[in-house]
């Protein structure tokens, strides 16, 4: 069975600096692609970033990097210069291969807060 787990720094200030990390375990065959997405209250989940196609969030450019080890299955979001909008439940998600069948995986999702 396939799960992504998440870890990492998740409480910070304005200015500040955090590191998640998002591992995918189980009977993986190949992780094609992976995504951070983030939910604030009251809003819809966005795209955060994007390791396939480089994708950001204009909200996030210039500040988060989403970087990956393929022999560890991880990748990672870095966030820079964080401000207190930044403040969300993030989740990783990776599209990931068994020998069985090709899907999309969820993290259990991760409430970062970032205060003033």
């Known amino acids: 069975q396939v799960q992504l787990g998440e870890s990492g720094g998740a409480v910070g200030q304005a200015g500040d600096s955090l590191r998640r990390s998002c591992a995918a375990s189980?009977?993986?065959?190949?992780?094609?692609?992976m995504e951070w997405y983030r939910q604030a209250p009251g809003k819809e989940r966005e795209l955060v970033t994007d390791?396939?196609?480089?994708t950001s969030a204009d909200s996030v450019k210039g500040r988060f990097t989403i970087s990956r080890d393929n022999a560890k299955n991880t990748v990672y979001l870095q966030m820079n210069s964080l401000k207190p909008e930044d403040t969300a439940v993030y989740y990783c998600?990776?599209?990931?291969?068994?020998?069985?069948?090709?899907?999309?995986?969820w993290g259990q999702g991760t409430q970062v807060t970032v205060s003033s």
């Open positions: 390791i396939r196609s480089g």
């Open positions: 998600t990776g599209t990931i291969s068994t020998i069985f069948r090709t899907s999309d995986y």
């Open positions: 189980g009977d993986t065959s190949g992780v094609s692609d």
